[in-house]
């Protein structure tokens, strides 16, 4: 389950007492945002390196886990905050301690 995955690796109970199986809520845990942040702040400028940038490729734990092209530049830096962002998530929800 993601909830317990997220929970493990922010190393606190990220299930809502408002809805324990939402993963929405989940994601929108305080601990969960905090450690997303550290990788969106490392991350975030990256799109903005060249004006040809139109996709990306995200890995977790080694393997490729989404890649993504779009129509143009603009639309790419448009969406890249949010996919970052998601992508960043899902990295904490899949992170495997000593295997770096």
Do not use: H
């Not at 199986?21 to 969960?32: I, P």
């Not at 830096?77 to 495997?96: D, V």
């Amino acid at each position: 389950m993601a909830q317990d995955k997220l929970s493990r690796n922010v190393g606190a109970r990220v299930n809502s007492t408002v809805s324990e199986s939402s993963l929405q809520l989940a994601v929108e845990n305080n601990k969960v945002q905090e450690t997303a942040d550290s990788y969106v702040k490392a991350l975030a400028g990256i799109a903005n390196r060249s004006d040809d940038v139109i996709g990306y490729v995200f890995a977790i734990n080694g393997k490729v886990n989404s890649a993504d092209i779009y129509g143009s530049n603009v639309l790419f830096k448009k969406l890249w905050p949010k996919l970052l962002k998601a992508n960043a998530i899902e990295a904490i929800a899949e992170l495997q301690t000593g295997q770096i």
